[in-house]
């Protein structure tokens, strides 16, 4: 399969065979992930942070740390010349210029795209604005896949910002390359999917319905996904205001539900996901978590053509 030197900036540029070699040599990583490997020893990865993040720029430079790579980048772009005024364009150069793959997230959607035109070397999108976050959907399928067993046929329910969710929007994307997978998008009607999603949906056939109500569909759900209110990404506050405290996956909200459900989210949780949740055999979220770390040393092993 041809991963060696490629772009990921949108999970919708990966076959369903694709996703799944990236689950089987994600699989053999986390065996190896504790005591490490010297895999990619000569690699540099830069780790360019426009926007604040724990999981995703953690686990990327812990998956490079754990193939033996090193890692160069900001967390905190006020630190670097591009307080000075220089454009995206002309610092991805000069990145590119020093390492040989560049992991980036930005406010800007398209941005991850634009870097990887001026970019020889690969680029990996961990999130340009609402747009996409493949690797994060990566990862999601990774864990239904792992915990389910399949992904085919399942009825997935997506709860919250559909509208914002860069992380919501690639699982569906993602979702989209299986058989027979019924969506139901949970959402106020001020954070439902944009059209380019619902289009996309449509032209493929994809079952799915829309309600605003989560105990319409959590009974029948096999995989219930609760995403935050993306308040940063509201040009209105008071549009947030509306929306915030939609709802509360809570104890209550899950009794009754299938003995198989599990719960996943994405995380930073704020108020969407009650912490009692957290004890119960459904939740999920921090073995979610936990699966960035093999996942994106299976990305940047297959990328770097170090894993076939
Ligand atoms: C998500 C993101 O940054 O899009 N977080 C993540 O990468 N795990 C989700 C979010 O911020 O709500």
Known sequence: MAFKGRDVISILDFS?????????VANKMRGIMKHGTTLLKTNLMASLFFEPSTRTRLSFETAMARLGGRVVGFAEPGGTSIAKGETLEDTIRMVDAYTDIIVMRHPK???????????D????????????????????????????GKVDGLHVAVVGDLKHGRAATSL???????????LSLVSPSLLKIRNEVADYLSEKNISMSETENLT???????????TRIQKERFSDPAEYERVKGSYCLDLRAISGTNDQM???????????LATEVDS?????????????????????????????
């Open 280 to 308: 119960s055999p459904h939740a999920k979220y921090f073995e979610q978590a936990k699966n960035g770390v093999p996942v994106r040393m299976a990305l940047l092993a297959l990328i770097l053509g170090e894993a076939r």
């Open 16 to 24: 369903r065979n694709e996703l799944e070699h990236v689950f089987r």
């Open 109 to 119: 959607e398209g941005s991850a795209s634009s870097a990887a035109q001026v970019a």
């Open 121 to 148: 070397h690969p680029v990996i999108n961990a999130g340009d604005g609402s747009q996409h976050h493949p690797t994060q959907a990566m990862l999601d399928l990774f864990t239904i896949w792992r915990e389910l």
């Open 262 to 272: 599990i719960i996943l989210h994405p995380l930073p949780r704020v108020d969407e």
């Open 216 to 226: 319409d569909v959590i009974r029948d759900a096999d995989v219930v996904y609760v």
């Open 172 to 182: 569906i994307y993602g979702l989209s390359k299986f058989d027979h997978v019924r």
